[in-house]
């Protein structure tokens, strides 16, 4: 490895530091650009707004972090998060009915996305080779024509050059458009579902036990828009998100004072969470974040893109959130650009256009079952995927049977948890089970 070689990263988010974290153990020096002013603490920030909404961390994504940052889990539970059977402390309404509770020997985290983020930033610090330089915007790239290369960024304070770039900004990365002035345009996937999220937290009043850490009462599409959760998160508190699709809510009657969130919990498609909160101490104001549209900008697919540049992140994929998968990806992504860095080492250029490959094979999946159940609302605009309303049917049939039979539960939260893929719902017995199940349910009808 020369002594030149050295990697710039735009954006200190979860995506940022997990590529600085994988890339410091080939690179001489990483510097991380963060618009954001330096954390005080496990704090919401203005970059990354959505912080201040539920962050699940599925299984994949715990693990991956737990490899990339040893022992990280347990710096979580010493400060507070709350650690849980994945499907005994899991009550959820989905599709009309409550899935079985039982014990599937699985272990999640339940915290605020700042506290997350701050355990990682703790790590970070311990990383002589990384720093990060806060409080700076990239405005644009270096790029050398000639070679189609970027060769560092531009900030307001002057320029840095950097062996390797890597666009980390999230949904807002303005790559697409920089690149577009230089002749190179990025294709994208895009999908309008006009989602709305509103959070606020509470303190629960302690006149009962309740069976659950973590409740989520989702919508039974198309009839209803409007879903929520409440989660227990560090500091003894509760965190309530409720999230409307196609303009479902109504964000100024909302916004009407504490009472007007509570208010909102009444339009759930059952009263659990405003029988919790309809009496608790908010702690926090509410907070609204909108998804009008949810896009995936297909790098991979562009034989021109400058060398010397890498995506990573939302910065390729903003997904409908309502999955908690976001996180999970960006760390399946740091996991297979480790992976890549291992396997070429000695000739590192190769890396980014194995990679964007690569990224695209993870988010592939998780983007189709995704947008499946987006497009149960008619008011959903985009690319259908093929088959929709085969597999719109086949999904909906495992979501009920998750309700009543363990093993297509069990291998649900898997492939949920994105532990497993999607062909293990397709197995012999869970078709016969699916099959079992419509034509029982048809023939009654
Ligand atoms: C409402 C909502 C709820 C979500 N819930 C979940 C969930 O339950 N589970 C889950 O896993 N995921 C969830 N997600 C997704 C998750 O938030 C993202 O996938 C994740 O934050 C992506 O991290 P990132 O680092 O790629 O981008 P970001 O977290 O957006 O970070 C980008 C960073 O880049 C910085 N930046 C931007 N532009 C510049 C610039 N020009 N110069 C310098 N710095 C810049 C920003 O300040 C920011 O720090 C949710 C998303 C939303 C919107």
Excluded at 13 to 28: E, F, H, P, T
Excluded at 62 to 83: H, M, Q, R, V, W
Excluded at 261 to 277: G, M
Excluded at 361 to 380: G, K, L
């Amino acid at each position: 490895m020369s002594s030149k070689e050295k990697a710039i990263i735009i954006g200190g988010g979860i995506s940022g530091k997990l590529a600085a974290r994988v890339l410091s153990d080939y690179y001489n020096e990483i510097i991380i650009i963060e618009r954001d002013q330096k954390p005080e603490g496990p704090f919401p920030r203005k970059g990354a707004p959505q912080g201040e909404h539920l962050h699940a961390l599925l299984h994949a994504g715990e693990y991956g972090l737990e490899e990339l940052f040893p022992d990280i889990t347990e710096k979580f539970y010493s400060s507070g998060a709350i650690n849980i059977n994945s499907t005994i402390d899991l009550s959820w309404f989905h599709h009309g009915s409550w899935k079985v509770r039982f014990d599937g020997g699985y272990r999640t985290t339940l915290q605020t996305r700042p506290h997350l983020e701050w355990h990682i930033e703790q790590y970070m610090k311990k990383i002589p080779n990384v720093t990060i330089q806060y409080n700076q915007i990239v405005q644009d790239y270096l790029y050398n024509k000639a070679e189609n290369r970027i060769i560092g960024v531009e900030l307001k304070t002057g320029s840095l050059r950097a062996d390797l770039v890597v666009d980390e900004s999230g949904v807002s990365s303005l790559t697409s458009s920089w690149m577009n002035k230089r002749g190179i345009s990025i294709p994208s996937e895009k999908v309008d579902i006009d989602l709305s999220y509103i959070s606020k937290q509470f303190e629960l009043n302690n006149h009962h036990e309740r069976d659950w850490k973590i409740k989520m009462i989702y919508p039974n599409p198309p009839q209803e828009k409007i879903g929520g959760t409440i989660s227990k998160v560090e500091g003894n508190r509760y965190i309530v998100t409720l999230m409307g699709y196609h303009g479902a809510i109504n964000e100024k009657e909302v916004l009407k004072g504490d009472r007007g969130f509570i208010e909102l919990s009444k339009k759930l498609p059952i009263l659990d969470i405003y029988q919790e909160i309809k009496e608790a101490k908010p702690l926090s104001k509410t907070s609204i974040y909108r998804i009008p549209t949810i896009i995936w900008r297909r790098f991979d697919k562009i034989g021109n893109l400058p060398n010397g540049l890498l995506l990573i992140g939302d910065t390729i994929c903003r997904i409908d959130p309502v999955f908690g998968q976001g996180m999970s990806i960006a760390i399946l992504e740091a996991l297979s650009l480790q992976k890549l860095l291992q396997q070429h080492k000695n000739e590192l250029h190769k890396i980014p256009r194995f990679f964007h490959k690569k990224s695209a094979s993870i988010i592939s999946p998780i983007w189709n079952m995704v947008i499946t159940e987006d497009y149960r609302y008619p008011a959903t605009t985009g690319k259908k995927p093929y088959g929709l309303t085969l597999q719109q049917w086949y999904a909906k049939n495992i979501f009920i049977l998750s309700s009543q039979n363990q093993d297509v539960y069990d291998n649900f939260v898997k492939v949920m948890n994105l532990v497993s893929p999607v062909s293990s719902l397709m197995k012999p017995s869970i078709i016969k089970n699916v099959l079992t199940h419509a034509f029982s349910k048809n023939s009654k009808s």
